[in-house]
């Protein structure tokens, strides 16, 4: 059964940079095809779509966060992983790891969940 | 960005009863358009995916439809574990978007 679990630190200071990682188990991430992907969540905003990951290292992002957004991924540790720079407390928000088939296929597979705040 | 327009944003209703969820496409998506139900707590759960297929494991009361620009989520007879949040998703173009949420209250 495949499962993800996010990870990473719960406070970010603003203009910092947030970084998550995504452990992936029940399947490798290299099998191609999937692209592994960020999601974020706020009451205010609702879902947000951060972007996603090929194995081949290709990405999807976001372009309303494309210059502060980075995706990659790490093959011998079967996970990927989120940096967002110049965070602030707008990029507060619960974050989801998951996966779809491809870009543009719907997300199967989703973490937890990892709670993300911004402040001083 | 291809904006989703879910209505309405709450609804109320009694076990047993049919609900229909509405989604709006601000473009035409063909049928790039999946359903999501979200329990308090916890993340999103693929529900149905392009606009008819029912995700292996869910319930058959659950079905939906559409195509364009028009979608819907039909559940026929509501479970008390139905009444939660329920999202649409467009996997037409980047960047992928969600509609606002369906709260199905009691």
């Known amino acids: 059964q495949l499962q993800l679990q996010e990870s990473g630190p719960g406070l970010v200071k603003p203009s910092e940079t947030l970084s998550l990682s995504c452990s992936v188990s029940?399947?490798?991430?290299?099998?191609?095809?999937?692209?592994w992907g960020w999601i974020r969540q706020t009451p205010g905003t609702g879902l947000e779509w951060i972007g996603c990951i090929f194995y081949s290292g290709s990405t999807y992002y976001n372009p309303s966060l494309n210059s502060r957004v980075s995706m990659s991924i790490d093959t011998s540790r079967n996970q990927f992983s989120l940096r967002l720079g110049s965070v602030t407390a707008a990029d507060t928000a619960m974050y989801f790891c998951a996966r779809a088939y491809t870009w543009n296929y719907p997300l199967d597979y989703w973490g937890r969940g990892s709670l993300v705040t911004v402040s001083s | 960005d291809i904006q989703l327009t879910q209505s309405p944003s709450s609804l109320s209703a009694s076990v047993g009863d049919r609900v229909t969820i509405s989604c709006r496409a601000g473009?035409?998506?063909?049928?790039?358009l999946h359903w999501y139900q979200q329990r308090p707590g916890k993340a999103p759960k693929l529900l149905i995916y392009?606009?008819?297929t029912l995700q292996s494991g869910v319930p058959s009361r659950f079905s939906g439809s559409g195509s364009g620009t028009d979608f819907t989520l039909t559940i026929s007879s509501l479970q008390p574990e139905d009444f939660v949040t329920y999202f649409c998703?467009?996997?037409?173009?980047?960047?992928?978007?969600f509609g606002g949420g369906t709260r199905v209250e009691i």
């Open positions: 473009q035409s998506i063909s049928t790039y």
């Open positions: 998703q467009q996997t037409y173009s980047v960047p992928l978007t």
């Open positions: 029940g399947e490798s991430i290299s099998r191609g095809g999937y692209c």
């Open positions: 392009a606009a008819g």
